[in-house]
Nanobody
Framework: QVQLVESGGGLVQPGGSLRLSCAAS????????MGWYRQAPGKEREFVAT????????YYADSMKGRFTISRDNRKNTVYLQMNSLQAEDSAVYYC?????????????WGQGTQVTVSS
């Protein structure tokens, strides 16, 4: 079994920054990629960014480019999301997702989510 645990959410003023973390633990043989999604009240979950574990290739939703940066620490099995210039519309629950291989299979996993609220 694999667990993804997010941290770093909270309340921030417009224009501010936050850094989210997501640590993967458990029966990990290798990680293919990890990423971030978000879901605001009354809206569908949307893609934010993803990063490949071996090469570090990154992909962003168009609306996040230039403001959000995804990165990883392979040794810690941790992915980060640096969010700058936050606006009210960025308020959402942010979920970590990962494609992780155990000894017998590869599966997709989700974290429990961390709340980000942008408000003055």
């Amino acid at each position: 079994q694999v667990q993804l645990v997010e941290s770093g959410g909270g309340l921030v003023q417009p224009g501010g920054s936050l850094r989210l973390s997501c640590a993967a633990s458990g029966s990990i043989f290798s990680i293919n990629r990890m990423g971030w999604y978000r879901q605001a009240p009354g809206k569908e979950r949307e893609f934010v960014a993803t990063i490949s574990w071996r090469g570090g290739s990154t992909y962003y939703a168009d609306s996040m480019k230039g403001r959000f940066t995804i990165s990883r620490d392979n040794r810690k099995n941790t992915v980060y999301l640096q969010m700058n210039s936050l606006q009210a519309e960025d308020s959402a629950v942010y979920y970590c997702a990962g494609s992780v291989a155990s000894a017998v299979t590869t599966s997709d996993y989700w974290g429990q989510g961390t709340q980000v609220t942008v408000s003055s």
